[in-house]
């Protein structure tokens, strides 16, 4: 079972950025996908973002798009989130996790994870 590891978290103002990462100890080729969710307080995890192991394809929430990016670096087995213009709603713990369903749309389900990493805490605010 592969183990994850978040990191980048942190204190940011509105507009400001941050790059989280998530670090892979073992393959994870035996996923579908590595994908970031988040979760506020009081509120129910979400998914943020998603890439397929397979073909690289990339699936974002739609309160994210175009600010967030996700990339991957199999050399040093680590996927990021690059997070751009942060606002406040977007503070929360983000948590990446190995598995997803064999659709696009299902990679970012939480549904379809079940290997997570231990979290690391976003807050915007100024």
């Known amino acids: 079972q592969v183990q994850l590891v978040e990191s980048g978290g942190g204190l940011v103002q509105p507009g400001g950025s941050l790059r989280l990462s998530c670090a892979a100890s073992g393959s994870t080729k035996a996923y579908n996908a590595i994908g970031w969710f988040r979760q506020a307080p009081g509120k129910e995890r979400e998914g943020v973002s998603s890439?397929?192991?397979?073909?690289?394809?990339?699936n974002y929430a739609d309160s994210v798009k175009g600010r967030f990016t996700i990339s991957r670096d199999n050399a040093k087995n680590t996927v990021y989130l690059q997070m751009n213009n942060l606002k406040p709603e977007d503070t929360g713990v983000y948590y990446c996790?190995?598995?997803?369903?064999?659709?696009?749309?299902?990679?970012?389900?939480?549904?379809?994870?079940?290997?997570w990493g231990q979290g690391t805490q976003v807050t915007v605010s100024s």
């Open positions: 890439i397929s192991n397979t073909d690289g394809r990339t």
């Open positions: 996790a190995a598995g997803g369903g064999p659709t696009i749309a299902s990679m970012i389900n939480d549904n379809w994870y079940a290997n």
